[in-house]
Each structure stands twice: as C-alpha cells, then as structure tokens.
C-alpha cells in the first residue's frame, strides 16, 4: 500500500461524508416547516459538504493548477453562500413568509417599527 | 474494480437521492424563496456531481466548470431574493431614502403613473 492509495482512499472517505451531507440536508430541506428552517439545513451541502468535496477531490488529483482552481471555488462559495442566505431571509421577513411561531426570539420584528419612526422623525410629516 | 471505485459510486447514488429530494421541494414551493434556497442546494449538489465525475476519471478538465457554477448560484439566488414579489424592497428603499428624495427620485408607483399620464396624453394630441 503506497501513499498515492492512502490519499486516494483518504479522497473517497471525504467525497462520500461531502455525499452523506447534501443527503441529510436534502432531508431537512424537504421536512423543515418553514424557510428559515430550511436554510439552516440548507447551509450543510453548501460550504462544508462543498469543502468536504472539494478537499476530497484535490487529494485524488495531485495536481498543483487544480488544486489552485479548487481553493478558489471553496473560497467563493464559502463568501458568497452567506450574503445569499441574509438577502433570501431578509426577503422572506419583510415579505411576512416567517412562520412567528416557530421564533424563539424576534428581534427585528422589534426594530423595523422603530426604524420606521426614526426615519419619519427625521423627514417631518408625512 | 478497486475500492475507491466503489467509495464513488455510492456517492454518486446519494448525491442522486439528494438532488431528487431537494427538486420536489422545488416543485412543491410553497414559496418563490423556498426555490431560490432549493436551487441553491442544487447547484451545490452539482459541484459535487461534476466533482466526483472528476474523482472517476481523474480528468481535470471540468474545473473551471465548478467554478463557473459557483457563481452562477449565488448570482441566481440573490436576485430572486432581491427582487421577489412581496418583499417591497427596491421601491421601499427609494422613497425611504431621504437622499433619493432630495435629489428627485421618485418611487416606482409614481414613475408609472406619470409615465401611463404621458402616454395618454400623446394619443389624445394624435386624434
């Protein structure tokens, strides 16, 4: 057994724990209640089953220029997953798509009123 | 047929469950951003498709395609978020705006009453 069949045994386990990922969050996004329930699990395949994968994939490769394409995938989708998520939530808040009972805490549903008062104050009447 | 081979078929088979399971909840909604987190998911379960295709056959050709899926995710998704029905965003933060105000933006409601005013007033001079 040479290091060359370590690392590809190695690469095997990873890309099928990044499997076993998408698999338990295609679960949850399909039994969750509500949206922001299913972001949460929506957020497994994306960056650390993505990570998994990718990592899993650059040790079955061996090669520098891939392994350069594939940091810089990780990179992308692990900064531009969450602005995606917060713009998805935000949305989904204002829009009132919330199930408020399922919220243990609600602290935005405290702030936008007083946000709104705030700006009127500072405009005049309306 | 070595064990690694095996290791990555039975990953193929769970990201193909994995991708049936999130297009029903795409199917299903119930909602447009219940969609945009599902087709979210489901790029990130094509990067890992087009990754273990890559494992197989140890070919480093369809990198850039990971790449390139990346960014077409987020891209996708941000602007179903952004400009969903419902969410009021883009009209809200222009006339919420105290500077939009100053420098005459006006909302979209207004923009299209005038604009709707304009047109009916072109036709009634062609009669």
Wanted: overall charge positive; proline content about 4%.
């Amino acid at each position: 057994m040479t290091l060359t069949d370590v690392a590809d045994i190695v690469a095997g386990i990873l890309l099928i724990a990044g499997a076993l990922l998408t698999v338990i969050a295609a679960i949850g996004l399909l039994r969750f209640p509500d949206l922001l329930t299913r972001m949460h699990s929506a957020t497994k395949p994306q960056v650390l089953g993505l990570l998994l994968v990718v990592a899993g994939l650059a040790l079955r490769l061996r090669d520098p220029s891939a392994t350069a394409i594939l940091l810089l995938v990780a990179v992308f989708q692990m900064v531009t997953a969450p602005v995606a998520s917060h713009m998805a939530g935000r949305a989904a808040y204002r829009a009132g798509q919330v199930r408020k009972d399922l919220l243990v805490a609600d602290e935005l549903g405290d702030a936008i009123p007083r946000l709104k008062e705030s700006l009127r104050d500072s405009r005049g009447a309306p | 047929m070595t064990v690694l081979t095996v290791l990555l078929v039975i990953t193929g088979v769970l990201l193909g469950v994995a991708a049936l399971l999130v297009l029903l909840r795409m199917t299903l909604g119930p909602t447009m951003l219940d969609r945009a987190i599902a087709f979210d998911v489901l790029i990130a379960i094509s990067i890992c498709a087009i990754a273990v295709e890559a494992a197989i056959d140890r070919n480093a050709e369809t990198m850039p395609l990971l790449l390139v899926a990346t960014l077409l995710g987020f891209v996708g998704s941000v602007s179903i978020a952004r400009f969903s029905p419902g969410s009021d965003d883009v009209e809200a933060e222009e006339s919420d705006n105290p500077e939009n105000r100053a420098r005459g933006v006006r909302p979209q409601r207004e923009r299209e009453r005038s604009l709707r005013e304009r047109s009916l007033r072109a036709r009634r001079m062609n009669r």
